[in-house]
């Protein structure tokens, strides 16, 4: 028995110095952020489980209320869906004033839950920020003048910054969600996001396909963080959340080094959420203030040629709808919709697994939110 022990006891020993050397350390920390919780996969109450850095809300004002604010309950049809989907929040904001907000499973207003992939939108969203501010050239500008490593790179030499923006960098990444060995896992998981992420190679050059990787978005935030030279939860507290009038601090999950997560992970609450839809809705404006400028807004909500027209600068676009609209997505049905038509923007969090996709690779979902909304709540 007690060699028995002793086996078992090396076996281990042998398989988390295998681990290490093989770079996979970062499974213990997974395995004890999810199945130690009681989940089998990342979650959107994870936040306070990894390192962050503050988003600080330094002008805070809350949204108006519309005069018919949570008068009439949402269709039937419409709380089915929410709620066979595990929906944590619903918000319809009508004309820039909150017509309707429910929430479920003790989830509550003052709730901060995981944005997922919104955040990539929000990394867009400061590009053009330091563009605006001189950082940045444009959107063309090589990635390689701000990591002249790349230059140094086949492929790498030819990308840039729109390329990473708009999913068309053809890094060497498959994008996988429930694969602890994919890099979707180390970069969530892992202790350095530079070692999952810097350098990793390409399979084909930048600017001819669209493929949709977390990779992207955070050599996009590397950059960005290299150009403005301040943490970037602090650049989006200057640049969003203080102009925007968040009405809380939000938090920015990092790795062990302080690098924002900018694939993903920033927590906030849903009212506040709905504020970055309302800034694109606005075309770039808080109040009078042009905060983001109307140009680079237009080009994020502008489907590209590449995405057989369903991306645009880190934003998610369905013009095939009977109302168009456009959107933030993130993992488990994180969503902030602009539908222009209706001045309307819906916010939705929760947490829906295996989401149903059209042909394009958009979750049907949001279409389906964006019709019950306009045709039995609005009319």
Do not use: C
């Given at each position: 028995?007690?060699?028995?022990?002793?086996?078992?006891?090396?076996?281990?020993?042998?398989?988390?110095?295998?681990?290490?050397?093989?770079?996979?350390?970062?499974?213990f920390k997974g395995i004890a952020k999810t199945y130690f919780r009681g989940y089998s996969s990342a979650d959107i109450n994870d936040g306070k489980l990894f390192p962050s850095h503050l988003i600080a809300a330094t002008h805070p004002s809350p949204w108006p209320r519309d005069p018919e604010?949570?008068?009439?309950?949402?269709?039937?049809?419409?709380?089915?869906?929410?709620?066979?989907?595990?929906?944590?929040?619903?918000?319809?904001?009508?004309?820039?004033?909150?017509?309707h907000e429910e929430y479920w499973e003790g989830y509550s207003e003052n709730t901060h839950t995981n944005s997922f992939s919104m955040a990539k939108t929000v990394t867009a969203l400061l590009l053009g920020a330091a563009i605006d501010d001189g950082k940045i050239k444009d959107e063309n500008e090589l990635f390689s003048t701000i990591y002249p490593s790349y230059a140094q790179v086949p492929y790498g030499k030819k990308l840039t910054f729109r390329d990473l923006a708009t999913m068309e960098a053809?890094?060497?990444?498959?994008?996988?969600?429930?694969?602890?060995?994919s890099p979707n896992a180390k970069a969530y998981y892992g202790n350095s996001l530079a070692e999952a992420v810097l350098l990793r190679g390409f399979k084909e050059l930048p600017g001819t396909r669209f493929e949709?990787?977390?990779?992207?978005?955070?050599?996009?935030?590397?950059?960005?963080?290299?150009?403005?030279n301040i943490p970037l939860a602090s650049y989006a507290s200057q640049k969003l959340w203080g102009p925007l009038h968040m009405e809380q601090n939000a938090t920015w999950s990092t790795d062990e080094n302080g690098m924002e997560k900018t694939f993903c992970c920033i927590h906030s609450d849903s009212r506040d959420f709905a504020k970055l839809g309302l800034l694109m809705l606005n075309n770039g404006k808080s109040d009078t203030l042009q905060v983001i400028s109307r140009n680079f807004i237009e080009k994020m909500r502008t489907p590209t040629r590449a995405s057989n027209g369903a991306y645009g600068y880190s934003t998610w676009i369905n013009n095939d709808a009977t109302y168009k609209?456009?959107?933030?997505?993130?993992?488990?049905?994180?969503?902030?919709?602009?539908?222009?038509?209706?001045?309307?923007?819906?916010?939705?969090?929760?947490?829906?697994?295996?989401?149903?996709?059209?042909?394009?690779?958009?979750?049907?979902?949001?279409?389906?939110?964006?019709?019950?909304?306009?045709?039995?709540?609005?009319?």
């Open positions: 028995m007690k060699k028995i022990f002793q086996g078992m006891v090396m076996a281990i020993a042998l398989l988390i110095a295998f681990s290490y050397i093989l770079g996979y350390e970062y499974l604010y949570n008068k009439k309950p949402l269709p039937k049809s419409l709380v089915d869906n929410l709620e066979a989907t595990k929906t944590a929040s619903f918000l319809i904001i009508r004309d820039g004033k909150i017509l053809g890094l060497n990444w498959n994008e996988n969600y429930k694969n602890p060995f949709y990787q977390s990779g992207a978005t955070q050599l996009l935030g590397f950059g960005i963080r290299k150009a403005v609209h456009y959107y933030f997505w993130g993992l488990l049905g994180q969503y902030i919709i602009m539908v222009p038509q209706q001045n309307l923007i819906i916010v939705r969090t929760g947490s829906y697994e295996n989401q149903p996709k059209d042909q394009k690779g958009r979750p049907e979902q949001v279409s389906y939110l964006v019709n019950e909304v306009v045709e039995k709540v609005l009319h």
